[in-house]
T-cell receptor, first 115, second 113 residues
Framework: AQTVTQSQPEMSVQEAETVTLSCTYD???????LFWYKQPPSRQMILVIR??????QNATENRFSVNFQKAAKSFSLKISDSQLGDAAMYFC????????????FGKGTHLIIQP | DAGITQSPRHKVTETGTPVTLRCHQT?????MYWYRQDPGHGLRLIHY???????DKGEVSDGYSVSRSKTEDFLLTLESATSSQTSVYFC????????????FGNGTRLTVT
């Protein structure tokens, strides 16, 4: 079974600074997808970014980017120019290629933004 | 908005009573999922469905059953609720089921007293 590990239960960053959230995963598959979701206090689950394992180029969405290290099975999220609205729980998630049996999530990292 | 509605939004029930949570989608997607979220555990898959009357178990399926008699509705039932089932329950859909990210409903907070 696949596992996803987020080793940082909580992180804190000053507004406008950069923060990196860590995620590692364990799989024997070669074809898979990785995601970061954001959950603000409203409880809504919001997709932040997606990475296909077959792509060497790291995904980027505005201030959010990932560092995907396939050999190390690492998938970290970098948030640049942190804003107060970035405060939330962040979940890393794994999906096997062709898999319809849902995402496997890490336990989450609570991100605090200091004004 | 992925057109997912969960009902109820909040529910308090007593130990031993049956509870049914409903997930309704408006976009005719094939794949639907039920997750529970607990502090320190992230989201864990309970059951999922890949079509009408086609369902399968997830990681934490004990004590739960599901039914899908129509494409748009996916029901989660706790036959006899226990305090350990106090949680936030999320329904999710996938456009294609393969490599597509999930879109989530707003969750149901269930408290079993």
């Amino acid at each position: 079974a696949q596992t996803v590990t987020q080793s940082q239960p909580e992180m804190s960053v000053q507004e406008a600074e950069t923060v990196t959230l860590s995620c590692t995963y364990d799989t024997s598959e070669s074809d898979y997808y990785l995601f970061w979701y954001k959950q603000p206090p409203s409880r809504q689950m919001i997709l932040v970014i997606r990475q296909e394992a077959y792509k060497q180029q790291n995904a980027t969405e505005n201030r959010f980017s990932v560092n995907f290290q396939k050999a190390a099975k690492s998938f970290s999220l970098k948030i640049s120019d942190s804003q107060l609205g970035d405060a939330a729980m962040y979940f890393c998630a794994y999906l096997p290629g062709g898999g319809a049996d849902g995402l496997t999530f890490g336990k989450g990292t609570h991100l605090i933004i200091q004004p | 908005d992925a057109g997912i509605t969960q009902s109820p939004r909040h529910k308090v029930t007593e130990t031993g009573t049956p509870v049914t949570l409903r997930c309704h989608q408006t976009e005719n997607h094939r794949y639907m999922y039920w997750y529970r979220q607990d502090p320190g555990h992230g989201l864990r898959l309970i059951h999922y469905s890949y079509g009408v009357k086609d369902t399968d178990k997830g990681e934490v399926s004990d004590g739960y059953s599901v039914s899908r008699s129509k494409t748009e509705d996916f029901l989660l039932t706790l036959e006899s609720a226990t305090s350990s089932q106090t949680s936030v329950y999320f329904c999710a859909i996938s456009l294609t089921g393969d490599n597509s990210p999930l879109h989530f409903g707003n969750g149901t907070r269930l408290t079993v007293t």
